[in-house]
Nanobody
Framework: QVQLVESGGGLVQAGGSLRLSCAASGRLFSSYAMGWFRQAPGKEREFVGAISWGGGGTSYSDSVKARFTISRDNAKNTVYLQMNSLKPEDTAVYYC?????????????????WGKGTLVTVSS
């Protein structure tokens, strides 16, 4: 069992930056691929990005590529999402996710664990 707790959300002006963190419980964190998803009001949850268990592989949605960066620290059981050049359309609840397979977490076809989310609001 893995529990995921997101933090770091808040209100930021367009063009600003935020860093989200996701702290995971359990000793097997390093064996999971990790991902970030988001859900804007009135929209379906969408894939943002993912990182492989060792950190050597990453994948991003086209909408955030070159602006967002995923990283992880397996010693701290934590995954991060650095968000730069934020836009109002980035406003959403951001969810952390874990999966045993990097390929399935990309796009969200199979996720084993979800966090409860953290709200990011970008004002224009």
């Amino acid at each position: 069992q893995v529990q995921l707790v997101e933090s770091g959300g808040g209100l930021v002006q367009a063009g600003g930056s935020l860093r989200l963190s996701c702290a995971a419980s359990g000793r097997l964190f390093s064996s999971y691929a990790m991902g970030w998803f988001r859900q804007a009001p009135g929209k379906e949850r969408e894939f943002v990005g993912a990182i492989s268990w060792g950190g050597g592989g990453t994948s991003y949605s086209d909408s955030v590529k070159a602006r967002f960066t995923i990283s992880r620290d397996n010693a701290k059981n934590t995954v991060y999402l650095q968000m730069n050049s934020l836009k109002p359309e980035d406003t959403a609840v951001y969810y952390c996710a874990a999966a045993t397979n990097f390929r399935t977490i990309v796009g969200g076809s199979e996720v084993d664990y979800w966090g409860k989310g953290t709200l990011v609001t970008v004002s224009s």
